[in-house]
């Protein structure tokens, strides 16, 4: 029984490997073997150990394309950033999102908090439909400037993008960032360039957007999803499934108290909520 599990997951991880250097692929042939060397030293990399640092991309600027169950979509990989890791479905989250794939159907409502250069946005976007809607949450001026770039490259007219950042209230929140690892702004490690950003709620944007129903919430914002969440406390109740990084006691207490039901995604260890209202 043991062994059989270890061969599936070994079987996954091995498929997911192979996916993340074949469906993932740039035009120019050059640049496709270089995005593949690249890629396939990071997957390496994270094979002997989580803690090494990981490769941004040092070429030309590029476009790359995906093909990703089945929304296919195009993104902008710029030389000295991350976003040939983050962008890459197979490589970064594959669990989360392959749930995001799996689970939004045409005409759905997606929010995503911490959309960085637009992962789960192109992905939900693709997947909701002209008549469906996805809401990008970004504070970081250099994420934004690519989120909307990946926006226009797959000439999306359902997105709405918000430069500002979730919390518990309105107000100003100091950022650090550093420019070869955009992925990891954040209001608590304070290392690297510093940013200001305007900040609203869930609860706020939902009011004024209209929101009667979300199919799916996802949190990442490297430390403030407690935050998020506590703004979001009337926008949870109109809420199916909720996807958060941070896997803490007070994030798990605050949605159980809500009425969801939790589960962990693996091998990320992303939290999932189920809402017990529009469960099955």
């Known amino acids: 029984m043991g062994r059989n599990i270890v061969n599936l997951i070994t079987s996954d991880l091995v498929s997911r490997a192979f996916k993340a250097l074949?469906?993932?692929?740039?035009?120019?042939?050059?640049?496709?073997?270089?995005?593949?060397?690249?890629?396939?030293?990071?997957?390496?990399?994270?094979?002997?150990?989580?803690?090494?640092?990981?490769?941004?991309?040092?070429?030309?600027?590029c476009i790359a394309n995906v093909d990703f169950n089945e929304p296919r979509y195009s993104f902008y990989i710029a030389r000295g950033y991350d976003f040939n890791i983050y962008l890459n479905p197979?490589?970064?989250?594959?669990?989360?999102?392959?749930?995001?794939?799996?689970?939004?159907?045409?005409?759905?409502?997606?929010?995503?908090?911490?959309?960085h250069g637009g992962l789960y946005t192109l992905i939900a976007a693709k997947k909701v439909g002209s008549h469906g809607r996805v809401l990008s949450f970004e504070p970081n001026p250099l994420n934004l400037f690519f989120l909307k770039l990946n926006i226009e490259l797959n000439a999306l007219d359902n997105v709405t993008v918000i430069p500002k950042a979730i919390s518990d209230r309105p107000g100003k929140i100091t950022f650090y960032y550093s420019l070869n690892n955009t992925a990891l702004t954040s209001a608590l490690r304070r290392e690297g360039k510093s940013i200001e950003a305007e900040a609203t709620t869930l609860d706020g944007i939902s009011k004024t957007q209209r929101l009667n129903f979300v199919k799916i919430l996802k949190v990442d914002t490297e430390g403030y999803d407690l935050k998020v969440l506590k703004g979001a406390l009337n926008t949870l109740r109109r809420?199916?499934?909720?996807?958060?990084?941070?896997?803490?006691?007070?994030?798990?207490?605050?949605?159980?108290?809500?009425?969801?039901?939790?589960?962990?995604?693996?091998?990320?260890?992303?939290?999932?909520?189920?809402?017990?209202?529009?469960?099955c």
């Open 239 to 279: 809420t199916q499934y909720v996807i958060v990084e941070q896997n803490t006691f007070d994030v798990r207490r605050l949605l159980l108290n809500g009425g969801f039901q939790l589960s962990i995604l693996k091998p990320s260890g992303y939290l999932l909520a189920t809402n017990k209202t529009f469960k």
């Open 90 to 115: 197979y490589f970064h989250e594959y669990d989360v999102t392959r749930f995001v794939s799996r689970s939004l159907i045409l005409g759905d409502v997606f929010l995503d908090v911490g959309a």
């Open 22 to 61: 074949v469906n993932v692929y740039v035009d120019q042939k050059p640049l496709d073997i270089l995005l593949k060397f690249v890629t396939f030293m990071n997957l390496a990399k994270k094979f002997i150990s989580n803690k090494l640092p990981l490769t941004a991309w040092p070429f030309h600027d």
